[in-house]
């Protein structure tokens, strides 16, 4: 047997921006709330390019690209996942729901619903909302959604970073809907 070796980048496969635009997504789209962090917003934007996410929404104070900051975590996937600006929460989820997504707020409510509980459709589209590193959420957005869920978590922390929270609940969506 030969000695592993790593994968050279041209080893990978990997598609070009001008394929990954045209390739058929998840029906996923990824709302940002009032996500402060350019690092938070850029790894984001490498999660939904890695699984082939339709679009990301940033609203509010959520910090837009083109920036260094932003570009130092997307690594260029700012160029190939399609985003739009939006800059109340609640006109974009009324808009979301128009277009028959589901939106899914990932929060710790009274309501949460377990990440591994939860059932994903694949005849449904869906809205992930992720909220602020400190406030989650805005509060006056949350009769606006149609479920919350959760990550269990067993430690002794109550929250999970911004990010890694997002890649977690995208690749449970995507190993659902792909």
């Known amino acids: 047997m030969q000695p592993t070796q790593k994968l050279k980048l041209e080893e990978l496969g990997r598609i070009d921006v001008e394929t990954f635009k045209e390739i058929k997504k998840i029906p996923l789209t990824v709302v940002l709330d009032d996500v402060r962090s350019m690092h938070n917003v850029g790894a984001v934007f490498r999660t939904s390019d890695a699984f082939i996410v339709e679009k990301i929404i940033l609203c509010g104070i959520t ?12 690594l ?17 989820l009324k808009n979301l729901k128009a277009e028959n ?6 929060e710790q409510t009274t309501n949460s619903i377990s990440l591994d509980k939860f059932n994903i459709e694949k005849s ?8 602020n590193e400190v406030d989650g959420l805005t509060e006056n957005a949350l009769p606006l959604y149609d479920h919350f869920l959760e990550i269990p978590q067993l430690g002794t922390k109550h929250s999970l970073n911004v990010s890694v929270c997002g890649g977690i609940v995208i690749w449970e969506f995507f190993k659902n809907l792909r």
């Open 63 to 74: 910090p837009k690209p083109p920036h260094r900051e932003i570009h130092k975590a997307a």
């Open 76 to 92: 260029g996937a700012t160029d190939s996942v399609d985003w739009v600006y939006e800059e109340f929460i609640e006109n974009c």
């Open 101 to 106: 997504y589901q939106i899914i707020g990932i």
């Open 124 to 131: 449904q589209k869906y809205a992930l909302v992720l909220g």
